[in-house]
T-cell receptor, first 110, second 113 residues
């Protein structure tokens, strides 16, 4: 079974804090993705990566950055958290087309 | 614009009945489609997929039907159980410079015991 894990299930941060969300997959997948999920807006792609050191912007990259130093790990960084970044964050990995998701991190920014 | 949408946002079915969840997609060039199930507080789980060269694919208690003429996808769940209560997403893979996946907004399925 594919396993995608995320470092935290719930996080509470203050406005202006730097936030790190970690994602690890154990299936040697090339591709990894970060989404946010909001009621009424569905899943929106923030960033993705095809390989180590590589990153591409998704549909809503503003306010976020990513890091992929190792194949199995893909980090999402909120440089200065804002209240409009309160959301459910989902990481996914895929070998080709099918994406496999982690359990999600529910982030609350106060 | 490019989008994947659902006909019904919520669906309630009696336990033991069959469920049908519908999805419309807009990109004729999409060649791969996936259904995901998301239970409350969890990430989406892969259920079943289908390629555009197929009309139907069956899994365990689930069947996906693809009608390319009207760009419609459906997920059928046989003998629906309480554990099937979840939000179901369809997704299409658009062949762009990368494998861009567009997710629908989801249908919430409630199973009445």
């Amino acid at each position: 079974d594919v396993k995608v894990t995320q470092s935290s299930r719930y996080l509470v941060k203050r406005t202006g804090e730097k936030v790190f969300l970690e994602c690890v997959q154990d299936m040697d997948h090339e591709n990894m993705f970060w989404y946010r999920q909001d009621p009424g807006l569905g899943l929106r792609l923030i960033y993705f990566s095809y390989d180590v050191k590589m990153k591409e912007k998704g549909d809503i990259p503003e306010g976020y950055s990513v890091s992929r130093e190792k194949k199995e790990r893909f980090s999402l960084i909120l440089e200065s958290a804002s209240t409009n970044q309160t959301s459910m964050y989902l990481c996914a990995s895929s070998p080709l087309e099918t994406q496999y998701f982690g359990p999600g991190t529910r982030l609350l920014v106060l | 614009g490019e989008s994947v949408g659902l006909h019904l946002p919520t669906l309630s079915v009696q336990e033991g009945d069959n469920s049908i969840i519908n999805c419309a997609y807009s990109n004729s060039a999409s060649d791969y489609f996936i259904w995901y199930k998301q239970e409350s507080g969890k990430g989406p789980q892969f259920i079943i997929d289908i390629r555009s060269n197929m009309d139907k694919r069956q899994g365990q208690r689930v069947t996906v039907l693809l009608n390319k003429t009207v760009k419609h996808l459906s997920l059928q769940i046989a003998a629906t159980q309480p554990g099937d209560s979840a939000v179901y997403f369809c997704a299409e893979n658009m062949k762009t410079s990368y494998d861009k996946v567009i997710f629908g907004p989801g249908t919430s399925l409630s199973v009445i015991p």
